[in-house]
């Protein structure tokens, strides 16, 4: 096959950062995807109905002229958030709140340590049917990095689905076979956005020969294993996986560093990256339903009425891009070939 149309896809799952960065990552979301959801941990993060409205409109300012795409805003659930963030929230259209444990990843020092203690918050939200979307992994010091997502669905999550039986759960870019089969044998309500890096990598990618730093994302890359059961889950016929890019700039200093940041910046090249993996995977049959169908159906959004074409042609990624502020970024899979390229209409 050397093209391949479907409907227009979505971002269940992004970072567009925030002021002239904006500049860049919304046209390079907005070229592909028709809607994202956008990632609350700002410094300082985007915790209530008007931070994220302000967002919004930030972000709308600097959509390329003639685009339709819209943000789907989230806020960040702190240990201070009420019911009544959450009722004014879900009134000003906001479209899930987002859980991060404390310490886990990019910007969640403001994030919540006491899980049980949001109970009521939860409980407000399965009320008022607003998705609630989870960086799964525990943060405690002594527990293995690879292990972190394991233990989080044992420890804290199953509870908070046995709990919560009419919250909509969206388990974020997840990385193990664990977390694969806990989605699967979960009720309807429980799915799970996968990231282009954690189908194409595994965390060889990260370290033989030399450290990658700009293959370093969280949850951290697993072993092949858990690569392979992402691959069969996202090709299996189940409507509980969808496309979630994580994407997440990080100035190439910040990575390129003794201490360097976590995430990848995917947005250029995401839908191309995924049709790879479906063709390998001799499935790209199955691309519309994770890009495009699944995602809606479980928010209870309309689906896409526009369509994009993929064209099989090979292209390079850049090996790097400036930005408005004269830093560079490097792309994920930067001087690597992608086999699909968008056709501009
Ligand atoms: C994300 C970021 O940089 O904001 N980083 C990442 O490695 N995925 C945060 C997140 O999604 O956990
Ligand atoms: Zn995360
Ligand atoms: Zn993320």
């Not at 669905?153 to 919560?164: A, C, R």
């Not at 076979?177 to 989605?183: I, P, Q, S």
Request: glycine share 4%; charged share 20%; proline share 6%.
């Amino acid at each position: 096959m050397n093209e391949i149309t479907i409907i227009a896809p979505d971002d269940w799952h992004l970072h567009f950062r925030d002021g002239d960065l904006l500049k860049e990552t919304v046209p390079a979301t907005a070229r592909c995807f028709k809607r994202a959801i956008v990632m609350p941990n700002l410094v300082p993060p985007v915790i209530n109905a008007s931070m994220a409205e302000e967002y919004k409109q930030r972000i709308l300012q600097v959509l390329p002229v003639n685009s339709s795409f819209e943000p789907l805003m989230t806020i960040y659930l702190t240990n201070q958030t009420t019911s009544q963030d959450i009722i004014q929230a879900k009134q000003s259209g906001v479209t899930a709140a987002k859980l991060y444990p404390a310490g886990a990843t990019t910007n969640s020092d403001a994030a919540v340590s006491q899980l049980d203690a949001l109970y009521p918050v939860f409980e407000t939200m399965s009320e008022q049917e607003m998705p609630l979307l989870i960086h799964g992994e525990v943060t405690e010091q002594h527990i293995d990095i690879f292990d972190r997502e394991k233990i989080f669905i044992d420890q804290k999550l199953s509870k908070i689905v046995e709990n919560f039986p009419q919250l909509k759960i969206v388990f974020e870019h997840i990385t193990t076979k664990e977390a694969a089969d806990f989605v699967l044998q979960a009720s309807d309500r429980v799915a799970a956005t996968i990231t282009p890096q954690h189908l194409m990598l595994n965390r060889n990618d990260l370290l033989v020969g030399g450290i990658r730093p700009h293959n370093f994302c969280l949850p951290v890359l697993k072993r092949n294993i858990h690569q392979e059961a992402l691959r069969q889950a996202v090709i299996a016929g189940t409507n509980k996986f969808f496309l979630g890019t994580d994407s997440a700039p990080h100035e190439k200093h910040k990575k390129e560093s003794s201490c360097g940041c976590a995430g990848c910046y995917s947005a250029w090249s995401a839908i191309e990256l995924y049709a790879q993996v479906f063709e390998e995977l001799n499935a790209l049959d199955k691309l519309e339903a994770f890009a495009s169908t699944n995602g809606p159906d479980f928010y209870q959004l309309p689906r896409n009425k526009s369509t994009i074409t993929l064209i099989k042609q090979d292209w390079i990624i850049p090996s790097d891009i400036k930005l408005p502020n004269g830093e560079f970024i490097v792309p994920f899979f930067a001087g690597e070939t992608v086999k699909w390229q968008l056709k501009n209409k």
